[in-house]
């Protein structure tokens, strides 16, 4: 059989092709999608449910001039391989290659870039509204999933939408299935109500009432319908919000798909549609059908077995460490409870969980919700650790200052995903916590240079119980320390010294720690002792110890994995304040550059980042020189 998806390099070459070929290409993308994700890694499941859909989508529509919009974009690989880049798919994720979402500076076949939840409704609602302006009657498609759908952000839209009676066309991917088993009234009436029988015959009959009498009888049994469709699929929801049901159709009859995505695209009704489609996460592979998370985000592994190839490591992850210590303390302390955004096995609370099911709350994805409802558990006494990604709980600022700070309440932050995370590139990249919680007041904001520390920071935040706090710690593996037991705990705003030297000192925030004593001991080589310190708060900041530092040293020298703003400004302050510039002290703060990395190892990506040991030994070398290179600048400019 001639393999027809090498046929295949753009939508207008699938357009080409008869409907009675759709079912073949969409099998044959599914395989290629198989094999590339077998060697590349990344999110799977989400995409082998989409396959039909995806050929559908572009096989009707005028794609890239009709703008195709994919929520939070884990399903794009297919859309990725049919248009204009099967010949680089398999760099997928990786250093220079394409990225694992959609990116609009990558192609124009991605109108908008997405990572993150529930976009696609505003963002093609924009758009859609922007065409109607310019007099453009191209469709505009938003694909959003069940799991998106428990965002408010996703119900504003539909919202305005409506309102606008906007020619805009959302397609709800409904596979029952978000990263997590589905939360919610949402998913339970998707599921359950949708998906019946009952209104499919219902219509049926009508359809068939109506074809055998008058058309004055017709309009009055189109009304029934109408009445019928808002009964059965729940009028207080989509239709109330303006918009025009259809479905729920099955996600993977391609041919039926075309059909309906033609009929919509051929109706002259005025104003949102929105078409329910009900696929299977994972459909085609065995192995990921079979998965208890349809194979959401996979490593490399073996296409025949499914097997996955992870890396083995002696010593327990950060999420992990995370997980269990705070199982030690729930286990003595019935107030602790543990909340996160449809994350529960990312920040570790699915083991939580299972030890206590009763103080475990999923809330979807709905960030906002949480930090707000911890802030109500908090008011009463509670002592809510809301688990979530740093670039997750930027969706939730304004509760973080409003709901939180301001009342000082004591709701603990567990912050995972702290640094450069590496092929999840920019979007999933804690850069900015630091920053956007240091800036506030009633925050004690820690980071973990090493797992003995993140315990040691746990047990601290059990007993903050007039203000807010968080620690922020990376993705991956600790470094093999031995854990403290969970009555250790800090002083808050105390530093410790971990070296002490001559000239140079740094001050590291964070799990930079270990880059700077390799960078110490290449420079003592040199002659160069450097007094090294770890911060562990970024607020408080241990004054004293600071000053000291600064007072007894030529050099002083801040590292933090974050962005402007954050640690090393906050440092800056102090000394400011503190005259001690007028000293004469060398002061450097090494951050972010001012740039969204691309993804690549997380190794690559702190170098490109200039926080790598090496950036560190030339950073001091220049600092300690920096006379002379003024003198030479000086020289320059008067030539």
Known sequence: MTRLIKQINFPSDLRKFQKEDLKQISNELRDELIDVVSETGGHLGAGLGVVELTVALHYVFDTPKDKLVWDVSHQC???????????????????????????????????????????SISSTLGISVAKKLSNNKNNVIAVIGDGAMSAGMAYEAMNNAGALKSNLIVVLNDND???????????????????????????????????????????????????????VTGGTLFSELGFYYIGPIDGHDVENLVQIFENVKKSNHQGPVLIHVRTQKGKGYKPAEESGDKYHGVSKFNISTGEQSKSQSSTPSYTKVFAETLIKHAEQDTKIVGITGAMPSGTGLNLFEKRFPDRTFDVGIAEQHAVTFAAGLATEGYKPYAAIYSTFLQRAYDQVVHDVALQSLPVRFAIDRAGLVGADGPTHAGSFDITYLSTLPNFVVMAASDEAELVKMINTSVEINDKPSAFRYPRGNGIGVELPPIKEVLEIGKARVIKEGKKVALLNFGARLKECKKASEKLSLKGIQCTIVDARFAKPLDEKLIMEVATNHEVLITIEEGSIGG???????????????????????????????????????YESAGLDFLSIINKIEETLNSKIILAKNKNKVSN
């Open 77 to 119: 690989y297919p859309h990725k391989i049919i248009t204009g880049r099967r010949d680089r798919i398999k760099t997928l994720r990786k250093g220079g290659g394409l990225s694992g979402f959609t990116k609009r500076s990558e192609s124009e076949y991605d109108p908008f870039g997405a990572a993150h939840s529930s976009t």
């Open 177 to 231: 299935m978000s990263i997590a088993r589905p939360v919610g009234a949402m998913s339970k009436y998707l599921a359950n109500i949708l998906s019946g029988k009952l209104y499919f015959s219902l219509r049926e009959t009508i359809k068939m009432i109506i074809s055998a009498f008058s058309k004055r009888f017709s309009q009055k049994a189109g009304k029934a319908e109408d009445m019928l469709r808002n009964m």
């Open 567 to 605: 640690f090393g400004s906050h440092v800056m302050q102090l000394l400011s304040d503190r005259g001690v510039f007028d000293t004469g002290l060398k002061f450097r703060s090494m951050i972010l550059p001012d740039i969204f990395i691309d993804q690549d190892t997380p190794e690559k990506m």
